[in-house]
């Protein structure tokens, strides 16, 4: 058998040699029978510091996370140095711009993770955002909607259609979205949240009591939930 798939195996370890730079083979120790480790040997898929990049963009968004943010950028520079191809990087360095308020610098590394991935749908979620933060609501919704095209099933880009519509005072916009939310995720807090608000901003408390009652239901700590129903419960009463 070896015999036979030697000239494939020889024409294999060219290609890989000739398409990047490093040994044709890669090591690595494994686990085998009673724990006992003992070395694989296969051809090398991916460049030979791959993993140490992955390790460093970890490590970036750990930081990012940690609100650490000039660490985050370094680690992520250190890598875009390596390879300037890889889309996670920048998207990275995009939300530390975001949360830093940086919002120009925000929009630039965020298009250029989607330039090289362009069916990043949560990068072009985060863009929504970014533009929103911006007070450009037509990029905002263009974004969030650009991204559900990508992943229909993606609820936060879903929600933030809604929100905003509603910070914008569009309730009836804003009902029809929450309630696309609701038809997915019945229980989805926050849709059902949002659809109590849009009715109570079209005035339609019949219908806002029965939202508030399903939240309380599923959420009976809810004391945002149970002063709003408070507040319902008022303007029957008038």
């Keep these: 058998v070896l015999i036979v798939f030697a000239p494939l195996g020889l024409l294999v370890a060219w290609l890989v040699r000739t398409s990047s730079p490093g040994p044709a083979f890669y090591q690595q120790e494994r ?3 009673d724990g006992k480790p003992f070395i694989v040997y296969k051809f090398r898929s991916m460049p030979i510091d791959a993993e140490d990049l992955t390790v460093k963009h970890n490590l970036a968004v750990v930081h990012r996370l ?3 943010f000039d660490k985050a950028i370094a680690y992520d520079r250190e890598v875009l140095e390596k390879n300037p191809k890889l889309a996670a990087p920048h998207a990275n360095i995009g939300l530390v711009y975001f949360a830093q308020k940086k919002y120009d ?3 630039t590394s965020l298009r250029k993770a989607l330039t090289l991935r362009p069916q990043y749908a949560e990068v072009m979620n985060i863009l929504g955002l ?3 933060a911006r007070e450009e609501r037509d990029l905002a919704v263009h974004n969030f909607n650009e ?3 990508i992943r229909p099933d993606m609820m936060a880009a879903r929600l933030n259609v809604a929100s905003v519509f509603l910070r914008y005072l569009d309730f009836a916009g804003a009902e029809a979205e929450y309630r696309k939310v609701n038809a997915a995720q019945p229980k989805n807090i926050e849709g059902l949240l949002g659809l109590g608000a849009a009715l109570w901003g079209q005035k339609k408390f019949p219908e806002v009591d029965k939202i508030y009652l399903a939240i309380l239901e599923a959420d009976p700590k809810n004391a945002t939930v149970a002063k709003r ?3 319902v419960y008022q303007v029957f009463l008038r």
Aim: charged content about 15%.
């Design 130 to 132: 970014v533009y929103l």
């Design 229 to 231: 129903l408070g507040h």
């Design 31 to 33: 686990m085998g029978l």
């Design 66 to 68: 940690k609100g650490e």
């Design 147 to 149: 991204a559900l095209k």
């Design 105 to 107: 610098l925000a929009v």
